[in-house]
Nanobody, 117 residues
Framework: QVQLVESGGGSVQAGGSLRLSCAAS????????MAWFRQAPGKEREGVAT???????NYRDSVKGRFTISRDNAKNTLYLQMNSLKPEDTAMYYC???????????WGQGTQVTVSS
């Protein structure tokens, strides 16, 4: 079992930056694939980035070059560095965990990111 708690959301102007954190507790964090998802009002949840146990990362096209996912296994923490933010990045951001990089079974409660133009 893994428990996840996100933090670091907020309101920024377009072009600004935020760093989200996800603190994990419970057994097995370092052996789990971790991910960030987001959901904007009226839209479906979408994957933003994943990072596997070997450090392999994947990003959705719209955030490539602007967002960076990373993990610190010693601190049981997942990060999402978000630069050059755009209004369309506005959403609730969730971290997720799973033994493999699909069908994520463990979720945090979310942290809100709002980008104004």
């Amino acid at each position: 079992q893994v428990q996840l708690v996100e933090s670091g959301g907020g309101s920024v102007q377009a072009g600004g930056s935020l760093r989200l954190s996800c603190a994990a507790s419970g057994y097995g964090y370092s052996s789990y694939c971790m991910a960030w998802f987001r959901q904007a009002p009226g839209k479906e949840r979408e994957g933003v980035a994943t990072i596997d146990v070997d450090g392999t990362t994947n990003y959705r096209d719209s955030v490539k070059g602007r967002f960076t996912i990373s993990r610190d296994n010693a601190k049981n923490t997942l990060y999402l560095q978000m630069n050059s933010l755009k209004p369309e990045d506005t959403a609730m951001y969730y971290c997720a965990a799973n033994p493999w990089c699909a069908d994520f079974g463990y979720w945090g409660q979310g942290t809100q990111v709002t980008v104004s133009s």
